[in-house]
């Protein structure tokens, strides 16, 4: 029985996938191995790796002056990799909206000076600051944002403006393929699979042609972009398996309309969730100010945190899963996926109602 995953990630995938990935398991495509057994370097596995890239290129209209590389190493690593390869012995610049922008822009800082252009941390991240309190520097090697905080629920739906010739740098874990994306907009463009691309262990980067080559002299071949790019995300053994299952999701998305269509069912879905807070009369809040609500975390608290466990104890009766809150902002957070289902939506709204009616 599969029960209603929210986890923030590694998170539900679409049963359907999951159901072709084990009726092939065993003999994939006729070759008697599983996708896992076989050759990175063989054709079977090429037309993988090229059908996936072709296909996330269709699904985010990548333009052919991108490169697309499937790296290991999560989005962690890219804190590091992305200084790394283009800093360039210059300062880049960051804006902090909670968690993970602070935690890279922490990262960047053993790798050269770079700057804090703006934060929201002052009000606890519960917005994206305005064009007029940044900072930007327009020497600056590259301008690094996180469009969607997994932790504590902010997205960002308008970009910040890079001054002229600065590169912007989005680390979209957790947003990615949730709606059209504008790729020419950004120069790189980062995602853990673990949310909505698929298996952890599997890092995608999305990079702009002109910015490779600038790595600093010791940087790791294998964290040298332009060396992946030169060889096909293939220097050495690449995460066959994500990028296998990457490519069944993006099948998936195509098949389901592509990102517009996967958008339209995304608002609906954020929408039921917010709207349940904000008709429980205060029993449940969202810090977050309405214009930066994120459509794919949403962080709630209970006005009563005693209730929580409570609360968490019926969400499991319920099969509903995963919903604790990060423990740096407590009470829940429900993460809402492309792969959660409407159904999974309602069956938490109607968790909340019910209990809220019972226990305010
Ligand atoms: C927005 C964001 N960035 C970075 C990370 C770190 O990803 P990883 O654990 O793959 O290194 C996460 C993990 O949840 C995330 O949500």
Redo the contacts with the bound molecule.
Sequence with gaps: MRIFNFS??PAVLPTKVLEQVRDELLDWQGTGMSVMEVSHRGKDFTSVIETAEADLRTLMGIPSNYKVLFLQ???????AQIPMNLLDGRSADYIVT?S??K??YKEAQRFGAVRLAGSSEADSFTRVPSADELKLDPQAAYLHI?T????HGVEMFDLPTAPAGVPLVA????HILSRPMDVPRYGLIY?????NIGP?GL?IVIVREDLLGKASAITPSVMDYATMAENGSMLNTPPTFGIYLAGLIFKDLLAQGGLEAVEQTNIAKAQLVYDAIASSGGFYRNPVQEAFRSRMNVPFTLANPALDAAFLAEAAERQLSGLKGHKSVGGMRASIYNAMSLDGVRALVDLMQDFAARKA
Excluded: H, L, P, Y
């Design positions: 923030a990630g190493g999560g989005a962690t690593q890219q804190f909670g993970w922008s935690k890279a996180c969607n905080e997994t932790i680390d979209m874990s957790s995602a853990g699979a673990q949310k952890a890092v």
